[in-house]
């Protein structure tokens, strides 16, 4: 359930400690939308603008992978092997954070094929000079192939016991992110080199793998082993 707060927790670390990849892909367009406010007073404004529409992209996708892992786990069976999942992506994602594996980056080749539709319509956004501009090309930022965001997503799609929920684990990890992508004009560099410490992402890795070894449905998984 989305209301344990260790799950909450975890959606807002995959985010904050996922931030050096975020700065990575995304940093430098929220650099162009801050240039494009043609004023450093309007620089606030204009990235808060980007990632609204970011953070709203993020909560409508897990709103639809919700709905298609909702109906998927209405059989109990099948509601343990959705949960089961659940965990072990969360385990995969503490592995992506930590850098001990980088299998989550894989999903990124599929993130391509819907990317390269929606990727056309971005320039028709720049210069983003306007608010209305900088929160639709935030809203299509969001579906940049990424395997943090793709990883969470699935995640947040079979850990979540409504659709809402799962929207609602996204728009956390969204904000997980956020003091990173607002920062990327003034201060990203300085939370770059402190993300990229190693024991500060092994430590952050490790926290969200016992999260997910904690939420494995260990009592259910001992039952189905036992002797009828």
């Known amino acids: ?25 995304c940093g430098g367009i929220a650099g162009s939308v801050a240039l494009s406010s043609g004023g450093k007073a309007g620089q606030p404004v204009f990235l808060l603008a980007f990632n609204l529409g970011r953070l709203l992209s993020y909560a409508l996708a897990g709103l639809l992978v919700g709905q298609l892992g909702h109906l998927l786990s209405e059989g109990q069976s099948l509601g343990l092997v959705l949960r089961t999942f659940a965990a072990t992506v969360m385990i995969v994602m503490g592995l992506y954070i930590a850098q001990w594996w980088q299998g989550a980056a894989y999903l990124e080749r599929v993130g391509q094929l819907l990317w390269r539709h929606i990727q056309p319509w971005t320039g028709k956004l720049l210069p983003a000079d306007r608010l209305w501009k900088c929160l639709l090309l935030g809203g299509l930022w969001g579906w940049l192939p990424c395997g943090l965001v793709y990883t969470t997503l699935i995640w947040s799609g079979t850990a979540a016991s ?3 929920q799962s929207g609602l684990l996204m728009l956390l990890f969204g904000l997980g992110t956020l003091p990173a992508m607002m920062t990327t004009s003034l201060l990203a560099s300085q939370l770059r080199q402190l ?17 997910g070894v904690f939420t494995l449905p260990w009592l259910a998984l001992l039952d189905t082993h036992q002797p009828g």
Do not use: D, K, N, Y
């Open 1 to 25: 359930m989305i209301t344990e707060l260790p799950i909450a927790l975890a959606a807002v670390l995959f985010g904050l400690a996922g931030s050096t990849h975020c700065i990575g892909m």
């Open 162 to 164: 409504s659709p809402w």
């Open 195 to 211: 993300l990229q410490r190693r024991g500060v992402r092994q430590a952050a890795g490790g926290l969200v793998i016992l999260f």
